[in-house]
């Protein structure tokens, strides 16, 4: 990769990664948010909810875009209105000015999407991109975890001294309200500390990031120079009507049903901590607790999961199995619901040293038993769901032409925001109902995901036949560059 290429991409991945962390920004502190609003998880989930849908259709019209016009200029366009409205988080006064900013930045955040994956696939290698995007999820990972780390670091209630057994999760909020009321309103300050950061690496990026062409990284084009490749193909209206009749495309596209549960699991995991587990990041010993659950889990689903199933389908798809990521990617879908639903059966309490909803309560060595037991079931449940994503992405890349990447990556994220939006919104309202967190993340696990399995046995059989329609295409393309290559440097020659 030359110097200016990776200086480029450095930047560009930088500025995105920071954008996504906007929804990592206020998860954690959603507990303070519904204490100083005045709020409860129905509002904050329709609001997460109504987010990711207003993202999903910025995702799908920034997506068409993309195929269109500089992603870099889209970029710059992202940043600098994130940024702003991060920034602005400081002066929210109601919770429907909350709501407002959460909308507009969920335009920015949409638009990262497309850019990002398009990116990518034109800058890595054909044969690497399922291990281009288990890295790039890794760094939205971490990214997500350093803004919940800078969000929590502002976080100073005491949840491991409030009885969550014996209170409800209305209770436990009415608490805090009449305890920690001087506390509730530091959520605000770390939207205040990125955005910052992000005007900042926006005007950076204008001087040190470069658009990539497209289809440099295609395989049929690997003989020829960055210069010497002039792909003018883009995308028109009438090839809409063959990419979305395209059958992978719509088995890949359509399944939204197995982000439901992540949608779900995601919008909750902050107050599923605080107020059903009863830890809190302040006290040594929850943290403790914390600290080895991810030490278990988090290797298993990042060295297996994220990186070690997509390492594999590359493999197997250089070795000539071009339907290996559908393959891997269907398998990852299965095996992930057993262990998944045995996790969340648990239901540890941590301030209790209870299990499997407070039926089972157990000594100190009895709960570090069962603890280590409940830390392996959520890796290896979330191994397997890692090792979906990139899988996914680079299968949703091969059926398709470099110009109607992004399209058709903006269209999948979009019905993928509508799956995440019904966990968020749906969840919320069955938190409320059901004063139970974990019993709502199990039966979603479990319901959804075999209405996804529906989705992902087909693209055994459609796969294949998509896949060569493209590549034969590509090849055509690349005797035509070639030709016209050859047909300038004969006359060239011949004029001298």
Not at 103 to 117: E, Q
Request: hydrophobic share 55%; with cysteine.
């Amino acid at each position: 990769m030359k110097r200016s290429h990776l200086t480029s991409l450095i930047f560009f991945l930088s500025l995105i990664t920071i954008i996504v962390m906007d929804g990592a920004l206020i998860l954690p502190n959603q507990v303070l948010i519904a204490v100083e609003m005045d709020v409860y998880f129905d509002s904050i989930g329709i609001m997460i909810g109504f987010y990711i849908v207003i993202s999903g259709i910025s995702t799908l019209i920034f997506g068409y875009l993309t195929d269109l016009i500089s992603r870099k200029h889209l970029l710059l366009f992202a940043g600098f209105l994130w940024s702003s409205i991060s920034i602005l988080h400081i002066f929210i006064e109601d919770f429907w000015h909350l709501f407002a900013l959460r909308m507009i930045a969920a335009i920015a955040t949409g638009v990262t999407t497309p850019i990002a994956f398009s990116y990518l696939a034109d800058i890595v290698s054909s044969d690497s991109r399922s291990k281009a995007f288990a890295w790039w999820g890794l760094i939205t990972m971490l990214g997500g975890l350093i803004a919940g780390a800078v969000a929590l670091s502002f976080n100073r209630i005491d949840y491991h001294l409030i009885d969550t057994e014996s209170g409800s999760i209305s209770e436990n909020i009415s608490y805090i309200s009449t305890n920690y009321s001087h506390l509730v309103n530091t959520w605000r300050y770390p939207f205040l500390i990125l955005g910052i950061v992000a005007l900042i690496l926006t005007i950076f990026s204008i001087f040190l990031t470069k658009e990539i062409k497209r289809g440099v990284s295609e395989k049929v084009f690997e003989d020829l120079k960055e210069e010497e490749l002039h792909y003018s193909y883009k995308i028109k209206l009438s090839d809409f009507k063959l990419i979305f009749t395209r059958r992978s495309n719509f088995f890949l596209v359509m399944n939204c049903f197995d982000v439901v549960a992540s949608g779900l699991l995601i919008a909750f995991i902050f107050p599923y901590i605080n107020l059903e587990m009863g830890i809190s990041f302040g006290d040594p010993e929850g943290l403790i607790k914390v600290i080895i659950l991810l030490l278990i889990a988090a290797p298993a689903a990042f060295l297996f999961g994220q990186f070690g199933l997509a390492y594999w389908a590359d493999k197997k798809v250089k070795g000539g199995q071009i339907t290996a990521r559908i393959r891997v990617a269907t398998i990852s879908s299965i095996l992930h619901l057993p262990f998944l639903l045995a996790a969340f059966a648990m239901a540890p309490n941590v301030r209790t040293s209870s299990f499997f909803f407070g039926l089972l309560s157990v000594d100190e060595v009895g709960f570090w038993v069962l603890w280590i037991i409940f830390a392996i079931l959520l890796g290896l449940g979330l191994a397997f769901t890692f090792g979906i994503a990139p899988n996914w992405y680079s299968s949703l890349i091969d059926v398709n032409l470099p110009e109607h990447r992004g399209t058709m990556i903006a269209t999948a994220s979009f019905i993928d925001t509508i799956g995440r939006a019904l966990g968020a919104i749906a969840g919320g309202i069955f938190i409320v109902l059901t004063d139970s967190i974990s019993g709502t993340i199990f039966w979603a696990i479990l319901i959804f995901g075999i209405f996804s399995l529906m989705f992902w046995i087909p693209l055994f059989y459609t796969c294949e036949k998509d896949y060569q329609e493209v590549y034969d295409i590509m090849t055509q393309r690349a005797e035509v560059i070639k030709e016209r290559i050859d047909g300038s440097s004969a006359d060239g020659a011949a004029i001298e």
